[in-house]
């Protein structure tokens, strides 16, 4: 039997983050991922300063490793109509290509990896866990996003009973012809509202690297909508193409429509395997991010009284960071569901520079108001959460 001190299932950057805390607190960690790494994955993939600074990234050096695209600012409207440009004096975001950011993180994580293997079974005996009947663990972190293993062990009704946020996206290497025909810009993003603003897609270049996707926050509509973003893309000969792609799917919870448990005894959920997703733009590298920054303060906490009891401290941080959940029904990005007039003075609204940066870019979703979370020692308390 092969023992560790913590067994991290998933190795995204919830998984990759919370591993390098522990292992930082002198834990022997093991991380299990049924890919190999570096590995496909679906996600528009953009980061923000704060993930920056709490990732402790040196951009310089991963810039070296792989792309990292500056975004100084982002076209905005309504899909179909004209845009609006909200700019920057500095970066804002950056566009970073997911299957080079997890392997990046996974590799300086300093837990030991168990990659190409399956998370089968778990078994609780005495205080401990029995991973694929080879692992022994006292503590088992599930990041494994949205269709986790652990949190269907923890009880959580993964993809029946919930209502997750839908959607499709591809990313691909661009040839010359279509890096030098295509009017996407290279430093902006350009996010387009559904009609009925309950969705939005995207169009983002990264270096040599196109992503294009939509998201909603039902299935409802979703493959029209996305249908009608392609169409607007080549006719606005913003990606002049005549066959895309193949594009894949993905689903996450926001974090007030999940009703998935954050600890139990011996175990806790971090990223999207809790359903952590930002209410308003569905983003989840971010919160990923942080509530494994937050899950490694708490483990610290319980100085080995992993019982729920003993993580409770977890709940109480996640609370302070992000607000008690309220389970209600996902809110649409920006405006909630609304009659006719007051949606057709919301498509008004994502039309106006104001309203675009000051609320739906700078407050739902790049948060600029909101600090990073500093993952050195005695920094992670609620008082620092402004």
Not at 101 to 128: I, K, M, S, W
Not at 283 to 302: D, H, K
Not at 338 to 358: C, I
Request: hydrophobic content about 40%.
């Amino acid at each position: 039997m092969d023992r560790c001190d913590a067994l991290i299932v998933g190795g995204g950057p919830a998984g990759s983050t919370c591993a390098r805390e522990l292992v930082r607190q002198g834990l022997d960690v093991v991380v299990l991922d049924q890919a190999r790494f570096p590995r496909d994955k679906t996600c528009a993939g953009w980061i923000t300063p704060q993930v920056v600074e709490s990732l402790q990234l040196d951009l310089a050096d991963y810039a070296r490793h792989g792309t990292l695209q500056p975004l100084t600012g982002f076209d905005c409207g309504v899909l179909g109509g004209p845009l609006t440009t909200v700019r920057y004096p500095d970066a804002v975001s950056f566009g970073i290509r997911r299957s080079e950011f997890d392997h990046y993180l996974l590799q300086r994580c300093g837990a030991r990896l168990a990659l190409e293997t399956p998370f089968a079974n778990a078994v609780r005996q005495a205080g401990q866990w029995i991973v694929n009947e080879h692992w022994q663990t006292p503590l088992l972190i599930g990041a494994g996003g949205h269709f986790c293993p652990v949190a269907k062990l923890l009880g959580a009704d993964v993809g029946r009973g919930e209502q997750a946020f839908v959607a499709r996206e591809t990313e691909f290497p661009m040839d010359r012809a279509l890096a030098l025909n295509s009017r996407v810009s290279a430093t902006r993003g350009e996010l387009l509202f559904c009609d009925d603003l309950a969705g939005y897609g995207w169009c983002l270049r990264k270096g040599n690297y196109l992503n294009v996707g939509l998201g909603r926050d039902t299935t409802t509509g979703l493959g029209d909508d996305l249908q009608r973003l392609l169409r607007w893309l080549v006719s606005t000969q913003r990606v002049p193409l005549q066959q895309w792609p193949r594009f894949r799917g993905h689903a996450y919870l926001a974090y007030n429509r999940s009703r998935r448990p954050l600890v139990a005894d011996g175990c806790l959920l971090v990223g999207d395997a809790a359903g952590m997703a930002c209410e308003r733009s569905g983003e989840g590298i971010r919160p990923a991010v942080e509530s494994a920054l937050l899950a490694a303060v708490a483990v610290g906490e319980a100085r080995g009284d992993y019982r729920a009891t003993g993580l409770a401290s977890y709940i109480a941080l996640v609370e302070a960071r992000f607000g008690p959940r309220q389970h209600h029904p996902l809110p649409t990005v920006g405006l909630p569901r609304t009659p006719r007039w007051r949606r057709a003075a919301g498509r008004w609204l994502v039309s106006t520079e104001p309203f675009l940066r000051h609320v739906v870019l700078d407050r739902f979703f790049l948060q600029r108001a909101a600090s990073a979370l500093h993952p050195a020692a005695g920094t992670l308390k609620p008082e620092n959460f402004s």
